[in-house]
Structure formats: structure tokens, C-alpha cells
RNA sequence: GGAGGAAUGGCAGAGUGGUCGAAUGCGGCGGUCUUGAAAACCGUUGUUCGCGCGAGCGGACCGGGGGUUCGAAUCCCUCUUCCUCCGCCA
């Protein structure tokens, strides 16, 4: 979330600025700043009487110990009054910090300058694009019906023991997918990403560092026995690491990668968007996180950015960056690409990866700052995601492109992971 | 799942109702000494909110939340986590 600070001193600037992300309650900031008035007002007046009441009990024990207990009762009269009212006080102040924080967190990220205005995708900007879309032969097929063809994936089978949306892979169709978390997770280690395996439920706390909570409450399966939740991204555990945490300015950046999979509950969703391996419940994804000192973020999505296209390139699909709009910017983004796949079977372009800044709006939320040396105060770190890469999608377009009327072709480098063998699916 | 014990500053560890935001040690930072370093010695060392131009002042924080009390790290309730023992288990 912004901090309190930063929206009393920019008050002009974040309402114009959230309207590029179709934000348009200007009289929520103005409610902000107004209940934070009464915030400070009431601290004051509790502090006052606080500290009163500080000094009375002291002068109490002081009477006690000297023998003067009538005194002592005397004056313990006193308190009570004062008691009364700091009881009403305390209570204000707690109501006025318990709206400001309800308030705030319903506020989203400020997009960057360069965010273009728009409402749909529609409005998204092509930054680049790669690769080459294929010439399929007569007869091609989109994924649904390879998967079936292949023996690779059973799509009723995962109705069988789950429900829709929970597709099972078998065979080279599991291999697959093995091959290529295991490729994408080598790739990001070499570039001086840490791997770590987090768990893949998580608790209140977690779920809202990272923004999905209160908001996207239902976007999530939720354990409500343990209440804990199910990840719907990598994203969730690996930034939530920070959560609470205090840095030294060396240890940045700090660049993490981790292979989860990843559960939503995609209420709402339907047709042909959700057609075989498009949208799922459940899937498998590879993440790269970054912390990093503010003055480095923009420098280090860059770097994201080349690093996740090239992942694209090595597999040979062709690909497609957009820089999103206003108004399809995530909540708690201030600046997001997309990647989309080509996927020639059904003729469409999948996201593949969005790979976000969040500057310090997770890092508020979180309490994840650092320590500018010589400096007193701790400042917030700047935190960012994105895919690298999510696996459906890239299954999907990698079977669809690459199919031959004698079967599948793997990309070159995933044939190692594939084993002997296995470098036509057929 | 059952029975017991515990949670204090970066770490270790005192403190069981009153000048305790907290002894002491280690670590960190600054200094003296030294050609330099070590040792020794001296000083310093948490987070956070508010008021003030400022020097500074006040408040909150001893796992989280609530309570008792004039006053809580200390007593009570509750939750969480960790440890020990028993049970179960990949």
C-alpha cells in the first residue's frame, strides 16, 4: 500500500495518477487525509494523558515506598478520572488507525509515468516481438486434441478425480513438464537467481504482504480449518521471505527463483478462454522474485524482461512483449509487461508471463525495508516479480507449433531433458 | 492427538508488580594506544508514532491479542510458535 506520508504530501498527484489505473474515488484520499488529521489530533491528546498517567503512578509508588499511604490513596482518586477519559481517547485512536488502515489498503498502486491510459488490453502497447509464427500442414490441431492424441494429457481423467480445470499429464506429457521446469530453473540459476522450494499454503499474514488479501480473497483456495491458503503464484512465499525483515544495502538486489504449483479458483470464468490447457486451476510455474534498492528497480525489470524473452527465444516461439495499460495494470503494480505466446493450432496469443515492478507498495504492506548506511531511519525496499515461465501455456503453444504430420518436435534445448529418444513426441 | 516446559534487544542471557526500554556478556560502530593489526581501555549501539524550525520532548513496543492494577516483561485468559515425553505416520 502508499504510505500515509507519501499521500498527504502528493495528494494531487496520486487522484490524477489513479485515474490512468480507472481508480476514480478522489474522495477516499481525501477521507484518508482528513481520518489521518484526526489521527494525529487524537495522539496528541492521548500521548498528554498518558504520560500524566505515567507520572501519577509514579509519584504512587514513590508514597508507598516512603510510607505515606493515605496520600498514596488520595491521589489514586485522581487517576481515575483521567483513566476514564484515556479509555475514550485510546479508543478513538484505535477506531481512526483501524479505518485509515481499511482505507489504505483499498488504494492501489500508482503506475509508473510511462503507463500508457487505456481500460482494455486493447489499449495494451506492443513493446516487441520475436520470432517466427509457423505454417502448420493440413489437418493441425490445437493442443486439446493433440494432448488426446499423444497420450500426453487427460483432460477427463482430472474431471474423474478433481473437477474441471485440473488436467493430467502422462507419459511424455509429464516428462515434458518436468523437462521444462528443470530448463527454466537452470536458466535462472545461471543468471544469480536462488532457487528455493517454499511451501504452497500460507497464511493470512503472507497472503496479505503480498496484496491478495483482503481483496482477491476469492481468487484463492482457502483451508478455512487451518486457515491457510493455497498459492496462487511463487510470488506469495518467496516475497513474503522479506516480510518483517530489515536489509543491508550489500545483500541487494537478492534474486530468487522458485518452481511451484499454483492454485486459483478462477470464479467467473468460461467458453473457449478456458478450452484445454488456456486456463486451469491448478499449474505449474516457475517464478523469479527481486529485491532491490529503489534507484536499481527499473533497471532490474529491464533485466527481467531480457531475461524471460530470451527463454522464449531459446524455445523457439514466437512471442509478443506489451506493456500493460492503466486499466489492466494489476492492483499493486506500477508497471507490468505481459508475454504472449503465439499458439498456431487455435490461432491465438496466450500470456505466458507478466513481470511486474511493485516499487515499494508490496514492501510497505510487508514492513520489508533496508539500511541506507549513515542513515537512521530504514527505508522501503522496491520488490519484483514475474513468470519465468508458466507452464501450461508454453505446453500448449510448444505442441501446437512445433506438430508435424509425423508428430511433435521438442525444442533443441529441452532434449536433454527429454532423454534419448524422445525428440519427436509420436 | 495427549501430558509437561518455554518464548526478553543482532545473538546469548538476567529480570517474577514500581525510577525496567530493560543488567551482563558477545557481536556491530566510533575513539585512545600502535608503523599497521591484535589485545586492552573509553564511548556508542532496537523499532515505531506524534509534537517542535531546531536542540529536543512525549507516547507505544519484552511472541500476538485481551484482561487485572494507580502502576505489568513480571499476575490472569486466549492464540501462535518452539522444546521434551507418549501416541500416530510418508
Known amino acids: 500500500m502508499l504510505t500515509i506520508q507519501f499521500i498527504r504530501e502528493n495528494r494531487e498527484r496520486v487522484i490524477k495518477r489513479l485515474e490512468v489505473k480507472r481508480f476514480k474515488q478522489p474522495e477516499l484520499i481525501d477521507r484518508i487525509i482528513e481520518r489521518d488529521n484526526d489521527r494525529r489530533t487524537l495522539q496528541v ?25 493515605e496520600k498514596a490513596k488520595e491521589m489514586k482518586e485522581r487517576t481515575s478520572s ?33 503507463v500508457p491510459p487505456g481500460n482494455t488490453e486493447a489499449d495494451n502497447k506492443l513493446i516487441r516481438e520475436g520470432g517466427r509464427v509457423p505454417e502448420l500442414h493440413e489437418g493441425a490441431l490445437p493442443h486439446w486434441e493433440l494432448g488426446t492424441k499423444y497420450n500426453l494429457i487427460d ?7 478433481t473437477g ?10 509429464a516428462r515434458l513438464q518436468r523437462a521444462l521446469i528443470s530448463y527454466f530453473l537452470d536458466h535462472n540459476i545461471q543468471a544469480g ?10 497464511n493470512e499474514e503472507s497472503g496479505f504482504g503480498t496484496g491478495q488479501l483482503p481483496d482477491k480473497e476469492g481468487q484463492m483456495y482457502h483451508v478455512t480449518e487451518d486457515n491457510l491458503y493455497l498459492i496462487p503464484t511463487a510470488e506469495v512465499p518467496i516475497t513474503n521471505i522479506y516480510r518483517d525483515v530489515i536489509l543491508n544495502p ?46 536499481q528497480s527499473y533497471s532490474a525489470l529491464e533485466e527481467m524482461v531480457n531475461h524471460v524473452e530470451q527463454l522464449l527465444i531459446n524455445l523457439g516461439l514466437p512471442y509478443r512483449i506489451v506493456q500493460l495499460c492503466g486499466g489492466d495494470l494489476s492492483f499493486t503494480s506500477a508497471l507490468t509487461y505481459d508475454f504472449e505466446v503465439y499458439a498456431a493450432g487455435q490461432d491465438k496469443w496466450l500470456e505466458v508471463s507478466s513481470v511486474s515492478n511493485f516499487e515499494s507498495y508490496q514492501a510497505n504492506r510487508l514492513k520489508l525495508r533496508y539500511r541506507e548506511p549513515g542513515k537512521k531511519r530504514p527505508r522501503l525496499a522496491h520488490t519484483l ?21 509425423d508428430g511433435i518436435k521438442v525444442p533443441e534445448v529441452l532434449h536433454s ?6 525428440e519427436i513426441i509420436k
Open 45 to 69: 491528546k492521548t500521548n498528554e494523558l498518558q504520560a500524566e498517567m505515567n507520572q501519577l503512578s509514579k509519584e504512587i509508588g514513590f508514597l508507598f515506598k516512603s510510607g505515606e499511604p
Open 82 to 114: 483521567i483513566k476514564a477519559e484515556l479509555e475514550t481517547f485510546e479508543r478513538d485512536l484505535q477506531d481512526a488507525n483501524t479505518d485509515l488502515n481499511s482505507w489504505l489498503v483499498q488504494v492501489p498502486n500508482i503506475p509508473h509515468q510511462t
Open 155 to 161: 483432460f477427463d481423467l482430472g474431471v474423474k478425480i
Open 164 to 173: 474441471g480445470g485440473f488436467p493430467v499429464f502422462r507419459g511424455l506429457g
Open 193 to 202: 537467481y536462488e532457487e528455493y522450494l517454499p511451501p504452497l499454503l500460507v
Open 250 to 295: 550489500e545483500e541487494l538486489p537478492i534474486k530468487n527463483t522458485a518452481y511451484t504449483p499454483c492454485f486459483r479458483r478462477e470464479a467467473g470464468s468460461y467458453g473457449k478462454d478456458v478450452r484445454g490447457l488456456n486456463r486451469v486451476h491448478q499449474f505449474d510455474k516457475v517464478e523469479i522474485v527481486q529485491i532491490c534498492h529503489p534507484t
Open 385 to 405: 516479480n514475474g513468470s519465468s515461465l508458466a507452464l501450461p501455456r508454453i505446453i500448449a503453444a510448444l505442441m501446437e507449433n512445433f506438430q508435424t504430420p
Open 417 to 422: 531433458y527429454m532423454g534419448p529418444g524422445n
